[in-house]
Nanobody, 122 residues
Framework: QLQFVESGGALVQPGGSLRLSCGGSREILSYYMIGWFRQAPGKEREEVSCINNSDGTIFYADSVKGRFTISKDLAKNTANLQMDNLKPEDTAVYYC???????????????WGEGTQVTVSS
């Protein structure tokens, strides 16, 4: 059984926006940290943004600061990623994950969903 199910990916033009959503059977507040990661073709999976449920701290990768916003919708039990001013280099499969430690790092995420494809192209 997948831990998370991601949705919202699409083909979008540069400068456009997308909103990704991830949910699962377990309450998202039960995780110490939840976040978004991405993997572009030929590259390693990297962190995009995480939110610490314990103290509310939010991490953004430098490459997305000022353009992406992570949030939680407790009513829907989802973690969301609003992506604005998208660039071709944002093209990747985006995954939701819950790091098992104190850092927003993909190597400490135990299970992955199938991800959702985001393609930024004109």
């Amino acid at each position: 059984q997948l831990q998370f199910v991601e949705s919202g990916g699409a083909l979008v033009q540069p400068g456009g926006s997308l909103r990704l959503s991830c949910g699962g059977s377990r309450e998202i507040l039960s995780y110490y940290m939840i976040g978004w990661f991405r993997q572009a073709p030929g590259k390693e999976r990297e962190e995009v943004s995480c939110i610490n449920n314990s103290d509310g701290t939010i991490f953004y990768a430098d490459s997305v600061k000022g353009r992406f916003t992570i949030s939680k919708d407790l009513a829907k039990n989802t973690a969301n990623l609003q992506m604005d001013n998208l660039k071709p280099e944002d093209t990747a499969v985006y995954y939701c994950g819950a790091p098992s430690g104190y850092f927003c790092r993909p190597d400490i995420v135990d299970r992955w969903g199938e991800g959702t494809q985001v393609t930024v192209s004109s």
